[in-house]
């Protein structure tokens, strides 16, 4: 049977021997028992007279009985039991804080590293779900060209019909416009609340902020009868601010890489400006070559590096003279000999730049074949990298299918039945099975109707 919270108090080790030193010193009789009757200490020829209570935070939780003198001991006991009262609330407020401060912690670990906005929006819900009551929660971006808030990760219900929000419209509005997070116990009652599919009991919106700017909103719900404390809405602010800052990170990121992308684009784009035969060369080479790698399952860098690689493939041919480059009949074969330089001029410009290093393999092995027959090193297998092996069969798979002024382009099936032909000779041939299961056609499709490579 547990103890009760008197009986603790009397049992201490440390107080023990004070209490009976207390007892002897008074030289009176006394009896000590618990509200439940249980009794926890008596003396020798104690008899019931007076019984003073003992009280915690205005409860009574026993009884001491004897003399007038014993009313001091059961002020003692009060004081006692209420000090040892505050020392497990300190410990429990200690352990709570420990628990917060390693669990906010353990989210600034998860999400600093990121730098990809949705994920660090997925990565926030995830962690609200985990030291949140909640039914359903959103993460809202803002859109600059348009000034709107757009969802961009969700879990449960969404709280409003519309994926878009704007300013000052609605709960999450109007928090995006204040800049102050907010606590909605009773959500059908708000004056701003948006008519949705699902009943919410109550809500907590906070404003993702990043240098005094709202970049977004995180707002969350249940849809039982849950009362948010100040308690919830301090972790859930805390947890919007680290979000917030690490959206900013991952969106400065996101424009660093595009104008990187853009940069190298230009650069390749160049090439084609020389050759209006190759007009989206690049363009459809990097598609057919994103297909293949989607369809292997590439590493998130392995698809980056091929990205890149097939960008940047041709980047070579700025080394080789308009005379042979834009030549309308064949080569000879001193001329194939100068455009075989390519790949290795290509090295030479991409290895001055640190970002594009790993694109090297794509751009300077795409020309070798799968038996080491290839150009311009000879090697073989699985000695050729896979992103070279992957834009070997999308390069050869566009150059059949192009016109050129000496030659009208292979049909769809002729091209198709030249990539089964040689593989395992000229192309891997995982490569090339990887080719065929891929939605190689929408890839051509989407190459040939776009104006630009979106990257």
């Known amino acids: 049977m547990a103890m009760s919270a008197l009986e603790k108090v009397i049992k201490k080790r440390a107080f023990a021997p004070i209490l009976n030193r207390m007892v002897y010193a008074m030289e009176t009789s006394i009896i000590i028992e618990d509200t439940g009757g249980k009794l926890l200490m008596a003396t020798d020829g104690a008899e019931m007279l007076t019984r003073y209570p003992v009280s915690v935070a205005g409860e009574v939780i026993g009884w001491v009985s004897g003399s007038e ?53 997925r990565l926030v819900i995830e962690e609200a779900r985990r030291v949140i009551r909640l039914s359903s929660v959103s993460v809202l971006l803002l859109n600059k060209e348009t000034d709107m808030l757009e969802l961009v990760a969700e879990y449960g219900h969404e709280q409003d019909t519309s994926t878009t929000v704007s300013r000052g419209v609605g709960i999450a509005g109007s928090v995006w416009a204040s800049g102050r997070a907010e606590i909605v116990n009773d959500v059908h009652s708000d004056p701003r609340f948006i008519e949705s599919a699902v009943a919410l009991s109550s809500l907590m919106c906070a404003p993702l902020k990043a ?46 890489k595009d104008a990187f992308y853009t940069t190298v684009y230009t650069l390749a784009e160049t090439i084609e400006k020389r050759d209006p035969y190759t007009g989206n060369h690049t363009k459809r080479v990097m598609e057919y070559s994103l297909a293949i790698g989607k369809t292997l399952g590439l590493p998130e860098d392995d698809m980056a590096r091929l990205q890149l690689g097939a960008v940047l493939h041709d980047i070579g041919k700025i080394g080789v003279r308009d005379s042979v480059l834009l030549k309308e009949s064949s080569l000879t074969d001193e001329e194939f000999e100068q455009i075989k330089m390519h790949p290795a001029f290509g090295e030479e410009i991409i290895s001055r730049i640190s970002q594009l290093k790993s694109a090297i393999p794509g751009v300077r092995h795409h020309h070798e074949k799968f038996n080491g027959r290839g150009y311009p090193d000879g090697l073989a297998g699985d000695k ?72």
Request: proline content about 1%; hydrophobic content about 45%; some cysteine.
């Open 384 to 455: 050729i990298d896979i992103t070279a092996r992957i834009i070997a069969v999308a390069d050869s798979f566009d150059a059949m299918t192009s016109n050129r002024p000496y030659r009208e382009g292979l049909s769809l099936d002729a091209a198709f039945e030249e990539l089964r032909k040689y593989s395992g000779s000229q192309f891997d041939p995982e490569i090339v099975d990887a080719f065929f299961a891929a939605d190689v056609m929408e890839a051509f499709f989407t190459a040939n109707s776009r104006q630009k490579i979106v990257l």
């Open 211 to 256: 240098k005094d700017a709202v970049v977004g909103v995180i707002k969350l719900g249940n849809d039982q009868m849950v009362t948010y404390t100040a308690e919830d809405l301090k972790l859930f602010t805390t947890l919007a601010s680290l979000a917030a800052v690490a959206i900013e990170n991952a969106s400065l990121y996101e424009q660093l």
């Open 69 to 121: 003198r014993v009313a001091a001991i059961a002020s003692l006991l009060s004081y006692q039991a209420e000090s040892e009262l505050e020392k497990r609330s300190l410990a429990s407020e200690t352990l709570n804080k420990y628990k917060e401060i390693t669990l906010l912690y353990d989210i600034v670990e998860k999400i600093s590293s990121c730098l990809d906005t949705k994920e660090v929006a």
